[in-house]
């Protein structure tokens, strides 16, 4: 089996089939991270560099993780310490390490279609680590991996997702994914932080936190980044917190087995209370496990580890 | 202007001539001698001139584009006089007028002068001035808009800039007033458009880019519909993007207050989907933005019906490397004068939005009128610079957008079935950001005559 996209850019873009190939590989992959000793040959003589112009701890390590238990070797560019400093433009930097022998691109960028703009420019696979406020499409699906291997299935899942849709490319690139799997989803947060004509993705929307979590099989919740506090979206984290936390009381409006989801890293006490991040419903960690596996899989599909005969 | 000497005359034969100023739109004969149109009429003798067979092509009024940006001076890696001009040649255009916003900017005499002395240098069709409302493009205090006026600048505009203090508006308004020109003001309220890079609406939210609410163009455009009231200033909107701005200029007219406006083909003809549709193509990337299908409709409507009198193209170029970087950090602008009119009859004319006589009154009689050019009001106290021809020379005699016996020999023939892919790496501009790259339109300019001087052929420009 081989996938239909050569980059992974955007959930938005990507056929259901590919999506359901990741996944089901996934669950193979899975099993490796959990061995004695974590090596795979999968991939040894790849080469996969990481363009991270964006702080991550969980995305960046997740990857690194995924490239090494296949025998990857990577390479990663902090832009703080490399050209860029020096002005180097995106494209250029992008040849260099292209010239240099990599295999594989994963970036994280700021500006919104920026994976697009890179794909455009290389004639290897570029993976979206983030770009902007467009799409996190390994977020999305390692989280459709956890709702699936939770709940059994994507199809008919109510899925709501609370908090600050405006900036979050993790919001997108669920909605897309969902969607396509057959899902409904919610998005709920303050006015100013719901994009306008959002509905016409095919998804509800409320700025009512009851509404949305009512009968949920799914509570997603996302960071809220305090600094939109300075440009006034929101008067405060308190007020925030108080009117779109999810508390126990909010998250018992939910199906009783419903999954609770955060992508990391958290607010406690700010979008999330620490009573339902740590409880058994949560899947934050479970999350970051899957992460791994999901983007092994991607790996695997993408440089060629299908094709070795 | 580059042209130097005494034209050879040219019957223009045979070709559907309309020139909606005069109310014309027949077959005829255009005999050009002198550098102005010396006959029309039926049935005209060579008599030793040139003959351009115009059969099945429309011959019109040379296209005036009042609103161009020539980069020239500060920014000649961009464009300048020279391949501005020639650009405007290729695309049809004989007069584009100038703004302000070079490096440093046309805010006073001096720099009038000197765009004036460039062009009669370089140009190869005709050039206008604008002038910066205030000074330094800041906003804040006015620049000497009377002697700029009597250095030969047309209108006044900070453009690339909103005047955002209600209050300098208001003084340019009322000071400008006496000069008799247009205060041409770029409406959009800027702490509503921080940061944003397209139209805000449904694409920019599946984009996750910044959006610019239509609502800040609105209230600037009713700010200075509000001012023009108080003040009796002549306001002109550049480049008119939404809905809501039809709306205030259908109303501003209703009340017979000085407000005219333009729009550019490339807000005719595209909307906001195309930022998502080329995956954040930079060249998509212009302000004001792409808007939505509801604005195109509303502003083909508002054109057709003569609430916006003008078509200017806003012409933008800029350097590959101002667009071939990430979507935030790119240039804003389009490279336009060369795709214009192929655009507009592609997109409007050929599937009968638009009649052709109100398109070509759009593209002619309207920016005249909004400029004042017609007979009479030019020159204003300049003569000819030494050396060149007795016939124009900077803004002298411009064609007024009408063909007009006795007036310049500004011409423009169009072959409306002619079929071209674009293709920018053969612009005469510069800029090659233009998002129609590889598009197949219908409807080029074939011949651009200035002053009785044929400056484009067959799409080859020729001085």
Known sequence: MKLKSRDILALEEMPREDMELILDTASSMKEIIYRPIKKVPTLRGKTVVTLFYEASTRTRTSFELAAKYMSADTVSIATATSSVQKGETLKDTARTLRVMGSDCVIMRHPVSGSCHFLARVLDIPVINGGDGMHEHPTQGLLDMFTMREKKGRLEGLRVAIIGDIYHSRVARSNIWGLKKMGASVVVCGPATLLPPEIEKMGVEATTRVEEAVKDADVVMVLRLQLERQQRGLFPSAREYSRLWGITRERLNLAKPDALLMHPGPMNRGIEIASEVADSPQSTIEDQVTNGVAVRMAILYLLLGGGEEK | ?463
């Open chain 2, 1 to 463: 202007m580059k042209l130097r000497g005494k034209p050879e005359p040219l019957l223009i034969r045979g070709g559907r001539v309309i020139d909606p100023a005069q109310g014309i739109d027949a077959e005829m004969d255009v005999l050009l001698a002198d550098g102005v149109v010396s006959q029309l009429g039926h049935g005209l003798e060579a008599d030793g001139a040139r003959v351009f067979e115009a059969r099945g092509l429309w011959v019109v009024p040379g296209l005036i584009d009042m609103h161009v940006h020539l980069r020239e001076p500060g920014e000649e890696w961009k464009e300048d006089i020279a391949s501005g001009t020639r650009a405007a040649a290729a695309g049809g255009f004989t007069t584009v007028v100038a703004m302000a916003n070079t490096r440093p900017p046309v805010d006073d005499a001096s720099m009038v002068n000197s765009i004036l002395a460039r062009a009669a240098e370089k140009a190869v069709v005709h050039v206008l001035p604008v002038g910066a409302v205030t000074r330094g493009l800041e906003g804040k205090e006015l620049a000497e808009m009377g002697d700029m006026a009597e250095a030969g600048a047309v209108a006044f505009s900070d453009d690339g800039h909103p005047i955002a203090d209600a209050e300098v508006m208001r003084c340019a308004l009322e000071y400008g007033c006496v000069f008799g020109k247009p205060i041409i003001d770029h409406c959009q309220e800027p702490s509503l458009t921080r940061d944003a890079v397209m139209h805000l609406g449904y694409w920019s939210t599946v984009l996750g880019l910044r959006g610019m609410p239509a609502a800040a163009e609105e209230i600037m455009v009713a700010r200075d519909i509000m001012l023009a009231r108080l003040t009796g200033g002549r306001v002109h909107i550049a480049h008119a993007s939404t809905r809501g701005t039809v709306d205030l200029l259908r109303g501003a007219r209703a009340e017979g207050l000085p407000v005219t406006a333009e729009v550019t083909p490339t807000h005719l003809c595209l909307t906001d989907r195309l930022v998502h549709d080329t995956w954040y193509d930079t060249n998509t990337k212009v302000n004001p933005p792409l808007r939505a299908a509801e604005d195109v409709e509303a502003l083909r409507r508002a054109l057709a019906e003569g609430v916006i009198e003008a078509i200017a193209t806003d012409h933008a170029p800029h350097h590959l490397d101002d667009k071939d970087v990430e979507y935030n950090y790119a240039a804003f602008g389009i490279s336009a004068l060369e795709t214009a009119v192929p655009l507009l009859l592609t997109e409007l004319v050929h599937p009968g939005l638009i009649a052709p006589g109100t398109l070509i009154e759009r593209l002619t009689a309207g920016p005249a009128r909004i400029l004042g050019l017609g007979a009479g009001s030019l020159p204003v106290g300049r003569q000819p610079a030494a050396g060149s021809a007795p016939v124009v020379a900077g803004c002298r005699r411009v064609g007024a957008g009408s063909l007009r016996v006795g007036g310049c020999a500004d011409v423009t023939v169009i072959d409306p079935g002619l079929e071209r892919t674009v293709d920018p790496e053969r612009f005469y501009s510069k800029g090659r950001n233009t998002p129609l790259g590889g598009r197949k339109l219908r409807g080029w300019p074939v011949l651009t005559v200035v002053a009785g001087h044929v400056v484009m052929r067959d799409g080859e420009v020729l001085a």
